[in-house]
């Protein structure tokens, strides 16, 4: 019969798939682009000037959409555009406090009574839907008895078209509110996040005379890694199929040592599936723009332009849906764990954060000269103090269970945050600390000596891959968001700590003007001390070392090594009234939330603890007792037959020394992950941490080393050595 393993590689050896599933001659790139999306040009195209003029007011300046009327055009118009595109159902897409979407779907079908029936769509049902709220985590919001929750239409972002082996749907993509008006997503505080910078933002362009700007949006391209197995691994792996990652297995003898998968030539049906990926993400007006290998092994990245923070983590959502989806085309299957294997890369997603104004300009773009450019100095030290004051935040945006086994890990940044600003804007920051403000380096050209390349030009500054909030040329790219998250959180803290500083500059910058004081007089005045207080932050060093962790102790920056540590922040009092000032998250959301991701933690953790106990007993002991009998047998013969066996018992005694090792760190973690902490769920996420986390430690150990000493044969676990290089 052979083990699952056996069987899994059987059939991805004799598994042949069809490759050449596009044609990208007769659907041409440009051709594919945003034809599912109910865009601009869709709407333009469908509505009437006035209902068109109304929608577009809303979407680009934020103006209230009051008038049903709009709504009714705007949803007969969207009902008939996708009846076109074969949709039968539409949905009300919204992002719970899981991490994940959810949708449910109504059919445009109403009978009329008279046997037949007509497809409709109204205003009413196109603003508002009412999903069961009971069974989402709420944090306390909502008891579980109490069901209402709204949807809402965010008219932000474009509805558009799921295709499905049968017909297709209309994706209407919605925030989600308790019949109290609490936010139960992340998209509702996102939203709020985006207009509390924008108004703070708005007031710094108009000190500096720009009065034709009448919103500032946060933009973001997110990064996205993610790892691909066959799917006949993921079926023979228990762990990986329940967890995400897995809680067993020893460290091939090839990794990423050689760092010959990084940007290698992509293995042939990986390419055939993110092709088809990219088709059904341009088709969804994704615009993505990168891919290749990653550093580990079966590991690879996609990566967009950047958009709207808003749309951004929409895409994003849709692309880690898009990958799933397709993989299994192609007998992949895609992990979005941040570490689904030890001893490897983990995967993240880079949350490339910038401000930008409704006429196109990025307000952190800092020119040829930015020492000159006075406008751009004010926004970025506006970040820097940001970054300083709040580094707690940022680092329970990026809390978790999962998120905990990669940052600081040699291959993500690590829980200490800091910026790196680089060469040319570093030199710019000492200077304008001094209050001497003078030049700006400039990269030149670099000297490859080879006579018949063209000049490469330099940039002004080196990156650093190990800092968790980068300036990479005109945004900051913030490192540590874990691969499976929602960037919607993340996104949320990085706007309101923002707000806040430019609030406080905008204010410091008005008193000044308004006394008489020249601006510019008051920016260099200003600046500097904002500088010296919030430069304990900025670190252009090597984040991994040993020399960076004691430094930053010195500095008093918080090394928040585990999201335990992290989630009381959300509750302190300074949280509290940083996000409840800028109207992005009440006290009671922030509680909310506080459980919301206690709670996830712990289950993440039991349901690991439950995984390893459940394989340990029924996997890995059964075949390490088979071979512990075969060696006995061995052993037994050759003593029988009067040969020496010392080597050979010596080897049952290692075996056997490591078995009861085994047999006890098992019942050690199963009493563990059985009894229930005291209190709360914190106090269950602390007891997680402390006292069962330790012993799934020690039970891998052991497990991985009997890996490595029973039979080949006899191992019934896809292993490292297979999973990640069997294509």
């Known amino acids: 019969m052979g083990t699952a393993r056996q069987k899994a590689i059987d059939a991805i050896a004799n598994t042949e798939y069809d490759l050449n599933q596009l044609d990208f001659r007769t659907n041409q790139l440009k051709d594919l682009f945003g034809v599912n999306v109910f865009s601009e040009e869709v709407q333009k195209a469908r509505l009437p000037k006035p209902v068109f003029k109304a929608l577009q007011n809303t979407i680009k300046k934020g103006a209230q959409l009051t008038d049903p009327a709009v709504a009714d055009a705007v949803a007969s118009a969207m009902k008939d555009w996708a009846l076109e595109h074969g949709a039968t159902h539409y949905t009300h897409l919204f992002q719970p406090m899981t991490g994940l979407t959810a949708e449910k779907h109504d059919s445009f079908l109403s009978p009329t009574g008279t046997g037949s029936a007509l497809a409709e769509f109204s205003g009413k049902e196109l603003v508002k839907g009412e999903p069961d709220a009971s069974s989402f985590p709420s944090g306390g919001i909502r008891a579980t008895f109490e069901a209402r929750g709204y949807t809402g239409w965010d008219p932000t972002s474009p509805a558009y078209i799921r295709e499905n082996p049968n017909g297709a749907t209309l994706v209407i993509p919605t925030v989600f509110v308790s019949w109290t008006g609490e936010a139960l997503d992340k998209k509702t505080p996102l939203l709020r996040s985006m207009e509390a910078l924008s108004i703070q933002a708005l007031r710094i362009l108009k000190l500096f005379g720009n009065t034709e700007v009448k919103k500032v949006f946060t933009t ?16 023979s792996r228990p762990d990986l199929l329940n967890c995400g990652r897995t809680v067993f297995g020893a460290k091939p003898p090839k990794g ?23 088709a059904e993400m341009f088709k969804l007006g994704i615009p993505v723009k990168t891919r290749h290998n990653e550093v580990a092994p079966s590991q690879y990245e996609i990566a967009p332009i950047f958009e709207d923070s808003n749309l ?5 959502q849709l692309t880690m849906d898009v990958i799933r989806r397709t993989a299994e085309k192609y007998g992949l299957a895609c992990l979005l764990h941040e570490k689904p294997f030890a001893g490897i890369n983990g995967s993240g997603k880079h949350n490339n954060w910038s401000m930008s104004t409704d006429t196109g300009e990025n307000l952190l773009n800092p020119g040829d000269n930015p020492h000159d450019n006075a406008q751009f100095l004010v926004y970025c030290v506006a970040v820097i103090r940001a970054v300083a004051k709040y580094p ?14 990669r940052l600081g890990a040699n291959e993500a940044p690590p829980a200490i945050i800091s910026i790196f600003l680089g060469d040319q804007l570093q030199d710019v920051m000492d200077q304008l600390e001094r209050s001497d403000l003078k030049s700006t380096k400039q990269g030149g050209f670099m000297e490859v000596g080879v006579s018949i390349l063209p000049k490469l030009p330099r940039d002004a500054g080196d990156r650093n891959r190990t800092s968790p909030f980068a300036f990479t040329g005109n945004k900051f790219e913030f490192r ?25 500059i905008a204010t ?7 006394g008489g004081k020249d601006l510019n007089k008051a920016i260099q005045e200003l600046l500097p001390p904002i500088l010296k207080e919030s430069k304990k932050v900025v670190f252009n060093g090597d984040g991994y070392s040993e020399e960076w962790h004691k430094e930053a102790e010195k500095r008093g920056l918080p090394n928040l090594k585990s999201s335990t540590d992290a989630f009381p922040v959300l509750i302190r009092k300074d949280s509290v009234e940083l996000f409840g000032k800028y109207k992005v998250l009440t006290e009671r959301e922030l509680q909310s939330r506080y459980f919301i991701y206690a709670e996830k933690y712990v289950k993440e953790v039991a349901i690991e603890a439950n995984m390893m106990v459940m394989m340990a007993k029924t996997m890995i002991l059964p075949a390490a007792l088979r071979y512990q009998a075969e060696v006995a047998a061995a052993v037994n013969a050759t003593k029988a037959a009067g040969v020496d066996n010392a080597a050979q018992l010596e080897h049952l005694k290692d075996l056997t020394g490591v078995l009861s090792k085994f047999q006890a760190a098992t019942k050690a973690l199963d009493d563990a992950a059985g009894h229930h902490a005291e209190g709360d769920a914190y106090a269950h996420a602390k007891y997680m941490k402390d006292s069962v986390i330790p012993k799934m430690a020690e039970l891998r150990t052991f497990g991985d080393k009997l890996e490595t000493m029973v039979a080949d044969d006899l191992w019934p676990l896809p292993t490292y050595r297979e999973m990640l290089f069997i294509k």
């Open 220 to 235: 973001v391209g997110p990064e996205q890694e993610y790892f691909l197995i066959d799917k006949n691994f993921l079926y």
């Open 256 to 278: 990423q040592e050689l760092e010959d998968q990084y940007f290698g030539t992509i293995p042939e049906r990986v390419l055939a599936c993110m092709a088809d990926c990219e």
């Open 312 to 316: 951004a983590t929409d895409h994003n």
């Open 392 to 405: 707690e935040l940022l680092r329970v945006s990026v809390a978790s269970a999962g998120n905990d086994h």
């Open 480 to 504: 540590a968001v874990g691969s499976f998250f929602s960037i919607g959180g993340p996104n949320v803290v990085l706007n309101t700590i923002v707000a806040e500083s430019l609030d406080y």
């Open 508 to 514: 410091e910058l008005e008193k000044a003007t308004k």
